[in-house]
């Protein structure tokens, strides 16, 4: 079982980069990927994955690792029980100086958040899970 790797570790590794002379850093370790170049954070990973299990609800999970945020003028209390289009931006995940968007994915109601404002999220950590209506349900199922 390989040991937790959180936020301050890779602040630890992204300060020894750019403090070196190295040109370039790829660290892979388990299912963290960090990619580095000339001091810049590429996007290695898609911000979020839509799952959607037998009985019809979609599983809005962060696609990589970082800090979670509500989207602006949102909250956990706020997005509970709204109604997502798949554009909808639920909020945003940081890791070092990138910011991405997380966006529902599907279009149905927040039937559980899985997350507070702030929390610090693992990649494939569940966000929120949405009842799909069921127009997209039949759409997918086709």
């Given amino acids: 079982m390989q040991p937790e790797f959180g936020e301050a570790d890779l602040a630890e590794i992204v300060a020894g980069f750019r403090a070196s002379r190295f040109t370039r850093l790829d660290l892979r370790y388990g299912t963290v990927r960090l990619a580095i170049q000339n001091g810049e954070v590429e996007r290695v990973a898609e911000p979020v994955t839509t799952e959607i299990d037998e009985s019809c609800t979609a599983v809005v999970s962060a696609d990589l ?3 979670f945020r509500f989207a602006e003028g949102s909250s ?3 997005i509970a029980s709204a109604h997502l289009k798949p554009e909808t931006v639920i909020g945003t995940i940081t890791v070092l100086d990138e910011r991405v968007e997380v966006k529902a994915g599907a279009c ?3 039937s559980h958040v899985d997350v507070e404002d702030g929390a610090f999220v693992e990649y494939r950590q569940p966000l929120l899970r949405l009842r799909l209506d069921e127009a997209d349900q039949m ?3 086709l």
Avoid: D, K, Q
Wanted: glycine share 16%; charged share 15%; hydrophobic share 40%.
């Fill in 65 to 67: 690792l970082g800090t």
């Fill in 76 to 78: 956990a209390a706020l």
């Fill in 108 to 110: 149905g109601t927040v």
């Fill in 139 to 141: 759409r997918r199922s």
